[in-house]
């Protein structure tokens, strides 16, 4: 629960496993999707709670050039030594964005395990452009002590999903309502999504809520 995460000093990793040719599809309640393949599908109450972390995004304080395999961030956060990073794009190509993980911490410097392919700026004051966004380069934190991994056999076509979604059912004279319900916090997403599969009634996004009353208690 929110209030009694998993402990940070604990891990849980959920596996999801299948590739293009041997995952298992899982058909659709009524009035619902498909669950789909390396899925995991809620109907009814679906919470994971990890443990918390004080900062997991900041950004860069000064410019990381090409080559370059440290960084400094422009607030102190509590990241560890062996935890994985994301440095996002500073051009308006997504394929700028870069991943790291940390191999030694000094107060907000962090050496990083490989150098950069692109430069990525940092500004060392929080000035705004006009739209109000900073202009320094994201940085984010990706390690929790929770993971849902699709990454088995994924090959950049079938990552892992999950699925939350409310049913209405019929037996007989009597109708079955199934309430999804989720709430993930401190959860890390791995090698998740799936490819070719846009349609609107099967769309098989990373994190899905379908047929969800977002203002339901």
Not at 150 to 167: E, K, P
Request: a negative charge; charged letters at 20%.
């Amino acid at each position: 629960t929110a209030d009694n995460p998993i402990p940070c000093d604990k891990k849980v990793t959920i596996r999801l496993m299948g590739n293009v040719s041997e995952a298992e599809e899982f058909g659709a309640l009524g009035n619902s999707i498909p669950i789909g393949a390396k899925a995991l599908g809620g109907y009814g109450s679906v919470e994971m709670h990890g443990c918390p972390r004080d900062k997991t995004w900041t950004y860069l304080e000064t410019t990381m050039q090409a080559g370059e395999n440290t960084i400094t961030l422009s607030e102190d956060a509590d990241w560890k030594v062996g935890e994985e990073i994301s440095i996002a794009s500073s051009n308006f190509d997504q394929k700028e964005v870069e991943f790291f993980s940390i191999t030694a911490k000094d107060g907000r410097t962090y050496t990083l395990n490989d150098t950069a392919q692109y430069r990525h700026f940092g500004i060392d004051t929080p000035l705004e452009d006009a739209a109000g966004h900073h202009l320094g380069a994201p940085v984010m934190l990706l390690t929790r002590n929770i993971i849902i991994d699709g990454s088995d056999g994924a090959n950049g076509q079938v990552g892992g999903r999950v699925l939350i979604a409310s049913t209405i059912e019929k037996d007989g004279d009597d109708t079955i309502f199934r309430s999804g319900y989720g709430q993930f916090s401190y959860v890390q997403f791995k090698q998740m999504g799936q490819f070719g599969y846009n349609a609107e009634n099967d769309s098989r996004f990373q994190l899905l809520f379908y047929n969800i009353d977002p203002t339901a208690s």
